[in-house]
């Protein structure tokens, strides 16, 4: 038999050069000679007597084994005849005794065995047969008296080799047919292969399945080359590269999954000189009959992207875009968080800190949004300098901030500290372009657990807070729920305030205003009263905030002028020449019409008041919210010929160096700082130097909330002008302050 590769195209199909070539080799060794097949020849009919019952007897033969008499069935069943194979099974031998050894005798034989190869009739049948035929033969020629003696054995061998080659190229034709199905079968595993190798080698993701038992890699995908470039590791590719902080996590990542457990486990790869990336892998452990781990199969892929997506979608659901500050949303979440710890550990409190800025829409409106956009980010610049880690800043929208002061032992504490520094960030002007801009900002402050305890009512809280610190141009506000105008009795409240005035229930108070120097009462400062029908007097602090968020403020002021004026023409008529000092707040004094408003009604009635008896007191914090018009309308004031006042001095942000820019004539220092300087040496200080400034920028200087004689006689020597405050007198009515008059230590010079 001619040895043939499996893989050697020729064995895939027996073309003509093939079975060719293979008789000629059969021929070439076994030799049969032309005088051997002359021999063959001649006692070819001897040879062929009895042919028909050996082939009787074969099949008798045949159908006595199991195995061969089912497949002669199955023949049959299949419509096969049995006489018809023994008609060609006879034929066939008689073709084998003809001695004929061309080649198309060869093709013929070949064809045969792939038939045989086709009815799955194995080898060893074939040869079987071919060994009775033999026997049959032999017996053939010993018993016939025809064959001489002397040719027996030359006959014998000739028949020998012609049943070789009638064997082996049956063989050959069925080994082609088996070897052809074997390369065909082949053929498609190897395309599967390929294909399920190219499917793998593009995946992103790596495959890969370990032996657990001996720690043996049974299978990893090609791809692996692609994440990672070193050698793969057993038994979790690419271990070496993974970050040192992370091989701990996805080592006991792998030992939860060599209990029976499927886990994934995210981690960073670092290969040499490449940057950062993450990786995730799955191990998914199979379990033998026993419920042992006999293998992992992993999967591995890289995140990164996805993850860096998520991070980014993330950052931008958390973050504000302009400031890089978190967002309402990040910082609710913080709250919640905070206010959480808080009441787990009972004794910590949690600060809250509104900031927003007045008239921030200004910058906007009149440098356009770039300039604004700019401020907020030098605003959030600023206002992270103040802070520890710990706490956060956001931005809640528009120009407001919000701070949260989590884990504090003494809340109040804290956010004052805070809050004063926040203030300080205001002191110095913003800059866009060559705009130097000086902001102004309202502070509102709630704690946990004092003034709520859940984010919503204390944002709600703070916010309440920080609108009455605007209101009242305080830097800053904790919240106080005597002054929050959403409690059910202040919402009455708001809605009286409305008829307060139809209903003529507001008075005004005269506190009078004494010049330290002559010891003479030189004028009054005008202070609103509400004369509520079932509260009784109630102060401005509980009904001027109410007002400026209603809009009621501006008929109030209004008023509180036209009283005063008429007030002061009376005294004039009665012979007192007394200056009456009146507040107006930020919401009035901005009013394009006030100085009009003013100047109409000091000749209201019939009569006409001199300007100069009227001062107007206004906080520093109105002027430098906006500066350009808050110049403007004191200049107008002043060609008017009437005073103008900053009130509260010393609680605002602004500093004198800056006030005198503007024409104003005198500074109301703050009386926080009055009623404590003869007991605190800072107090006194402070007063010593704004007393000594104002009068070097030409200001007189008034000293309000002077409760005694030792304040007084300081002041007098720190050379202050003017006092006002309960040891003088309380606020009094007019009719109360008639009678004071006439019997004070203070003279007016004249009696009204
Ligand atoms: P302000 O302008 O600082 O007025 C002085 C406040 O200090 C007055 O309170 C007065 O009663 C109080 N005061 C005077 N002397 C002393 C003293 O020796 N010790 C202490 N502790 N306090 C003293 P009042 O009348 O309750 O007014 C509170 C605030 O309400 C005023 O503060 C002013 O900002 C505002 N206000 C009063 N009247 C009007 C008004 O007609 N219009 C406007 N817009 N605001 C007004
Ligand atoms: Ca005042
Ligand atoms: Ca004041």
């Known amino acids: 038999m001619i040895r043939r590769h499996a893989n050697d195209p020729k064995t895939a199909a027996m073309n003509a050069s093939g079975s060719r070539e293979m008789n000629e080799a059969f021929n070439l060794f076994l030799r049969i000679s032309e005088q051997e097949k002359a021999l063959l020849a001649q006692y070819r009919r001897i040879l062929e007597t009895d042919s028909g019952s050996f082939v009787e007897s074969f099949y008798a033969y045949l159908l006595a084994f199991p195995i061969t008499a089912n497949v002669l069935q199955h023949y049959q069943e299949a419509g096969g005849e049995l006489s018809w194979l023994a008609a060609t099974q006879s034929a066939h031998f008689q073709t084998l005794l003809s001695g004929c050894t061309d080649e198309p005798s060869a093709v013929q034989l070949i064809h045969i065995g792939r038939i045989h190869f086709q009815y799955n009739i194995e080898p060893v049948w074939i040869m079987g047969s071919y060994r009775l035929y033999l026997d049959h033969l032999r017996q053939v020629i010993a018993n016939q008296p025809h064959i001489a003696p002397d040719k027996q054995y030359a006959l014998e061998s ?45 995946l992103p993701q790596v495959l890969w399945s370990v032996d657990v038992k001996n720690n043996q890699l049974i299978y990893i995908s090609p791809g692996a080359r692609n994440i990672c470039t070193r050698d793969t590791e057993m038994p979790i590719p690419c271990m070496g590269w993974t970050h040192p902080d992370d091989r701990e996590t ?100 949690v600060a809250l800190i509104l900031l927003d800025m007045d008239h921030f829409k200004e910058i906007n409106d009149t440098l356009g949004h770039p300039a604004g956009d700019e401020i907020l980010r030098q605003v959030a610049q600023r206002l992270r300098c103040v802070l520890r880690d710990s706490d956060t800043l956001a931005r809640l929208g528009g120009d ?17 500290k805070v809050a004063k520094n926040i203030r300080d960030c205001f002191v110095e002007p913003f800059w866009f372009l060559k705009n130097e801009l000086y902001l102004g900002v309202g502070i509102g402050i709630s704690i946990y657990p004092e003034h709520g305890d859940n984010a919503d009512v204390l944002m709600s809280r703070a916010d309440v807070a920080m609108y009455g610190a605007k209101h009242r141009d305080v830097g800053f506000l904790f919240y106080d729920p005597e002054t929050d105008p959403h409690t059910q009795e202040r919402l009455q409240l708001s809605s009286d305030l409305r008829h307060a005035l139809e209903r003529d229930e507001f008075v005004l108070y005269y506190q009078p205003k004494i010049d330290i120097r002559s010891g003479c009462m030189i004028g009054v400062e005008a202070l609103i009263r509400w004369n509520h029908p079932t509260h009784g007097l109630i102060f401005p602090d509980q009904f001027i905030p109410f007002a ?30 007394l200056r009456i000092a009146v507040n107006v707040t930020a919401h009035s004094f901005q009013d394009p019409r006030f100085v009009d408003k003013l100047e109409t009604l000091l000749c209201d009635a019939g009569s006409c008041l001199a300007p100069d008896r009227i001062e107007i ?60 300087m003869t007991e605190d040496d800072n107090d006194a200080v402070i007063v010593r130097s704004m007393i000594d400034l104002a009068h070097n920028l030409g200001y007189l200087v008034v000293a309000e909330g002077v409760e005694n004689q030792d304040s007084l006689d300081l002041l007098d020597l720190l050379g202050c002008d003017q006092v006002q405050g309960y040891h003088i007198s309380h606020p009094l009515s007019a009719d109360e302050l008639t009678l004071w008059i006439n019997y004070s230590a203070w003279p007016i010079g004249g009696k009204i």
């Open 617 to 676: 007191e206004i906080t520093e914090n109105i002027l430098m919210a906006e500066i350009e018009h808050g110049a403007k309308a004191i200049g107008r004031l002043r060609d008017l010929g009437v005073s103008v006042a900053i009130d509260d001095f010393g609680t605002g942000y602004s500093s004198l160096a800056y006030l005198k820019k503007l024409p104003i004539h005198m500074i109301k220092i703050d009386k926080s700082f009055v009623m404590n």
């Open 548 to 577: 400026e968020n209603t809009g009621l403020i501006n008929p109030i002021t209004d008023w509180v002028l036209r009283t005063a004026i008429m007030q002061c023409k009376a005294w004039q008529a009665a012979g007192g020449e």
């Open 250 to 349: 996805v080592r006991l990542a792998w030992e939860e999954a060599l209990l029976g457990n499927r886990v994934e486990v995210e981690s960073r790869v670092q290969a040499d000189g490449e940057p950062t990336r993450w990786f995730r892998r799955v191990f998914h452990p199979f379990l033998n009959d026993e419920g042992g781990v006999v293998r992992i199969d992993g999967l591995m892929d890289d995140t990164t992207e996805s993850r860096e997506s998520v991070e980014r979608l993330h950052l931008l659901a958390t973050t504000d875009s302009l400031t890089t500050l978190p967002n309402r949303a990040l910082f609710y979440d913080r709250f919640n968080q905070a206010l959480t710890v808080a009441k787990r550990e009972r004794n910590k409190q």
């Open 158 to 202: 000739v028949l020998i080799k012609l049943l070789f080659r009638d064997m082996g190229l049956m063989l050959e034709g069925y080994w082609h047919s088996a070897t052809s199905l074997a390369q065909v079968e082949q053929n498609r595993a190897e395309k599967l292969q390929g294909q399920v190798n190219d499917l793998l080698t593009n």
């Open 400 to 416: 407001e901030f919000a701070i949260l002061l989590p884990d504090v032992q003494d809340g109040k504490a804290a956010a004052e």
